[in-house]
């Protein structure tokens, strides 16, 4: 079992304003959803951890080496894939994610993590279409998504789509060729194939994921970065194909960092999508912004997080809004963790210790901190 957890939960850790999150299914096996892997010591303070020292602490060993069963990138962004390129040198991952469409979105400002990333799910695609089928642990890779790139003269013409392409509509019940469908299920909502999504974060890789067992799950909603028109495309596709269990949650993060555009248009509240999420509330439902402390009011053009969109989500929330930046402090690091036990679904975190690699990195950067010209910046309270 990934080390500081106790059973199927998913994990979200202070990384600022920017998406880092694992899902632990079981003892062995383990997705990642992002990464932004940022100190940001001389900057906020102390309380990011520096994510890939403690994934490499944290994952089980497969062959002497920390493992990670699943990588899956929601869209190339710096702050959902920061640290990717050091990831993947200290650590083996069993198959990759990758939603082809979102790089032909952009094509010419990606950073050398996102770089990393298609350079890495590339060799991976070519390797599985010169095998005709599965390239094994470390050769993986699942495309999702509509794509014209199957086609004769494209990329990834001959690629073997059977088990290894997933498209908008459909669930996901493989963990690295294993399969866990008693375990582990994502439903795969978006990106669509046409429509609104035309622009990088709209073209965002969204899932429902539901872990645990038959006796007890625990449902996730995942939405990258997706705003307003394309959440109320998703509510309406899976309405009309009468999947609306696929829209349940006890855990949603927030879109795009607890961003005003998941609900506001032109400054304009749009209830009709809050009120798809508190119907698709389960009975234990909690909202999770990943970002930094909320302030007390937002200026005209502030980037997240909002305050007007946490105050919505907490009208609606049946359990907690809890922040990232805000359940970790300088004083203790930790992230926010939702586990699966047998009395329900338990919200934890408060006990779980960073590992040494990982201290031993915020200490460094403290210290350099400390020793820099800037103006201090700890945090004095709560927004």
Known sequence: MFAGVSGPSFVFWPVGCGDTTTIVVSNDEVVQIDINDKVMAAEKGNEHIPIVDELVEKLPKRGGKPYLSVFALTHPDLDHCRGFKDLLKRVTIGEIW???RIFRESKTDLSPDAQAFRDEARRRAERMIAVNGDAGPGNRVRLIGYSNLFQPGERYHGFPKEGFYTRPGQSI????????????????????????????NETSLAMQVTIGNSQQAMRGLLLGDISYPVLMQIFQQTHWHGNDEMLKWNVLLSPHHCSKKAMYENDVLQ???????????????YIVASSDEFPHANSSGDNPPHRRA?????????TGFVCT???STPEKVRPIIFTVTGNGIRMGGDNYAISESARHTLDAAVAAARGSSAPPTAKVGFG
């Open 173 to 200: 019940t493989k963990i690295d060729g294993v399969e866990a469908g008693d375990r582990f299920h994502a439903f795969v909502h978006a990106p669509f194939k046409e429509g609104e999504a035309d622009a990088r």
């Open 271 to 285: 209830q009709d999508v809050l009120d798809e999420f508190k119907a698709c509330q389960l009975n234990v439902g």
């Open 325 to 327: 930046g805000e359940f």
């Open 310 to 318: 946490r105050n919505r989500y907490e009208e609606i929330v049946n």
């Open 98 to 100: 990758h939603t082809p």
